[in-house]
T-cell receptor, first 108, second 114 residues
Framework: AQRVTQPEKLLSVFKGAPVELKCNYS??????LFWYVQYSRQRLQLLLR??SRESIKGFTADLNKGETSFHLKKPFAQEEDSAMYYC??????????FGTGTRLQVFP | DAGVIQSPRHEVTEMGQEVTLRCKPI?????LFWYRQTMMRGLELLIY????????DSGMPEDRFSAKMPNASFSTLKIQPSEPRDSAVYFC????????????FGPGTRLTVL
């Protein structure tokens, strides 16, 4: 079955440190992958998707089909990056499958 | 467009009571999704509709949960009777058939069952 795994429930870093939020998926075909972010008291919103190959708020994510990973990275974390991050997969259906999420805490 | 609208934003009720959560999707969107968010299980898909028709309700926990979409601009998620373990944040999301599978989320309803 298709699955998205985010192994870390909590990731804490200091401001200016690099950040990598891990996401692995299980699917043999060509998935569409997303990162969603939920800031405190705000709704879940799309951060980026792999087909766009874009950088949003300094974050990037590269799809690695060999390792079935879609890790989210940022070279220098900011306090305003503190939020809940969800990796999600879509595969030839209408649905998104979400990981369990990683809470990122950036300390000053 | 105000985005996906959910009401109420907060609901506190007692065990055994009926709870109804409401959602208005973005105009023109033909998919609507209901999710439940908990600390332990993250974001779980409960049910989704396409053109007002339920497509997949395999995520609905049990018969106490039901969802309807009487028209393109309104959906309800009902829990009857409610139990303390139903306490969670319930999100509604919508998307269009066109383009990618990006879903647009509402602000959520925080449900507390005492």
């Amino acid at each position: 079955a298709q699955r998205v795994t985010q192994p870390e429930k909590l990731l804490s870093v200091f401001k200016g440190a690099p950040v990598e939020l891990k996401c692995n998926y299980s699917y043999s075909g060509s998935p569409e992958l997303f990162w969603y972010v939920q800031y405190s008291r705000q709704r879940l919103q799309l951060l980026l998707r792999h087909i766009s190959r874009e950088s949003i708020k300094g974050f990037t994510a590269d799809l690695n089909k060999g390792e079935t990973s879609f890790h989210l990275k940022k070279p220098f974390a900011q306090e305003e990056d503190s939020a809940m991050y969800y990796c999600a997969l879509s595969y030839n259906t209408d649905k998104l499958i979400f990981g369990t999420g990683t809470r990122l805490q950036v300390f000053p | 467009d105000a985005g996906v609208i959910q009401s109420p934003r907060h609901e506190v009720t007692e065990m055994g009571q009926e709870v109804t959560l409401r959602c208005k999707p973005i105009s023109g969107h033909d998919y609507l999704f209901w999710y439940r968010q908990t600390m332990m299980r993250g974001l779980e898909l409960l049910i989704y509709f396409n053109n007002n028709v339920p497509i997949d309700d395999s995520g609905m926990p049990e018969d106490r949960f039901s969802a309807k979409m009487p028209n393109a601009s309104f959906s309800t998620l009902k829990i009857q009777p409610s139990e303390p373990r139903d306490s969670a944040v319930y999100f509604c999301a919508s998307r269009t058939t066109q383009g990618s599978n990006e879903q647009f989320f509402g602000p959520g309803t925080r449900l507390t069952v005492l």
